[in-house]
Nanobody, 123 residues
Framework: QVQLMESGGGLVQAGGSLRLSCVASGSIFRINAMAWFRQAPGKQRDLVAGIAGTGKTNFADSVKGRFTISRDNAKNTMYLQMNNLKPEDTAVYFC?????????????????WGQGTQVTVSS
């Protein structure tokens, strides 16, 4: 089994920055692609950014140019650097991993999930 643990969420003013981390443990050999999703109250869970095992990245249009995603395989950790945060970025952010190669935008394709970390951006 694989366990994912997020950290780094919090309250920040608009224009500020946060860095989220996701540490993987357990049967990490099962992991290929990883991603960050977010879910605001009453809304669906959407892909924020994904990173394939090859290192190829993809981003939601709403965060392009503001967020970057990276992974340190030696530390079994994935990061999401979020800059120029906006109130509409407020959500619970989830770390996800899958055995497949592609960092798909379809949340149902992911095999493993973290518990989520709250990000709140005040105006």
């Amino acid at each position: 089994q694989v366990q994912l643990m997020e950290s780094g969420g919090g309250l920040v003013q608009a224009g500020g920055s946060l860095r989220l981390s996701c540490v993987a443990s357990g049967s990490i050999f099962r992991i290929n692609a990883m991603a960050w999703f977010r879910q605001a109250p009453g809304k669906q869970r959407d892909l924020v950014a994904g990173i394939a095992g090859t290192g190829k990245t993809n981003f939601a249009d709403s965060v392009k140019g503001r967020f970057t995603i990276s992974r340190d395989n030696a530390k079994n950790t994935m990061y999401l650097q979020m800059n120029n945060l906006k109130p509409e970025d407020t959500a619970v952010y989830f770390c996800a991993a899958r055995r497949g190669e592609i960092a798909s935008s379809a949340w149902s394709l992911y095999d493993y999930w973290g518990q989520g970390t709250q990000v709140t951006v005040s105006s």
